[in-house]
């Protein structure tokens, strides 16, 4: 079954660390760009990373405080957030990128939930 | 920095009718602009990639139209199971970056 499932989502406090988990299955995890996507309680979507294999680009909320890494061979995607703000608090979506020449996102987790506080 | 803006913000239809939701973007971006549907507490679904073209599985009543900066979701009669909040994405190459708009709520009466 193709799917990706996300976990690590927890509660913690501002200035904390988290590192978030999503394990793909179905599919040849290797040959895909895979994305990060956040959701604040009923707010919309806010894309936070992608990486291929060689490149890594992040959104400009997130950017020197959280990165994203994978490892091909147990087919996982990984990201770890420091320095957490109490804006942080979301759902996070692990995501497959299809790319150019339409660069979209074609399957989704179900999410996992950070919530920040004090 | 390219910005899409969505409207309208909420939409009210009786089962049976259309409905069209705008997604207008700030530059030209071509065709590269996708649809989503998130129902109440599930994970967004992709629905139109390349502005016009259905993800595998979505139902033809769902169509995409447009390009440069202004794009179109039409869903043709409406059925209770498309009450959704919808989303527009798109992806600046040059940044590079992906950004989605605010959405669209479409209510079923």
């Known amino acids: 079954q193709v799917q990706l499932v996300e976990s690590g989502g927890t509660l913690v406090k501002p200035g904390g660390s988290l590192r978030l988990s999503c394990v793909a299955s179905g599919f040849t995890f290797g040959d895909y760009f895979m994305s990060w996507i956040r959701q604040a309680p009923g707010k919309g979507l806010e894309w936070v990373s992608y990486?291929?294999?060689?490149?890594?680009y992040y959104g400009d909320s997130v950017r020197g405080r959280f990165t994203i890494s994978r490892d091909n061979a147990k087919n996982s995607l990984f990201l770890q957030m420091n320095s957490l703000r109490v804006e942080d608090s979301a759902i996070y979506y692990c995501?497959?990128?299809?790319?150019?020449?339409?660069?979209?996102?074609?399957?989704w987790g179900r999410g996992t939930l950070v919530a920040v506080s004090s | 920095e390219i910005v899409l803006t969505q409207y309208p913000a909420t939409l009210s239809v009786s089962p049976g009718e259309g409905a069209t939701l705008s997604c207008r973007a700030s530059?030209?971006?071509?065709?590269?602009l996708a649809w989503y549907q998130q129902k109440l507490g599930q994970a967004p679904r992709l629905l139109i990639y390349g502005a016009s073209t259905r993800a595998t599985g979505i139902p033809a009543r769902f169509s995409g139209s447009g390009s440069g900066t202004e794009f179109t979701l039409t869903i043709s009669t409406l059925q209770s199971e498309d009450s959704a909040v919808y989303f527009c994405q798109q992806y600046d190459p040059w940044s590079p970056k992906f950004t989605f708009g605010p959405g669209t709520k479409v209510d079923i009466k």
């Open positions: 990486t291929s294999t060689r490149t890594i």
């Open positions: 995501a497959r990128v299809r790319t150019a020449p339409n660069w979209y996102f074609d399957l």
């Open positions: 530059e030209d971006i071509g065709s590269v």
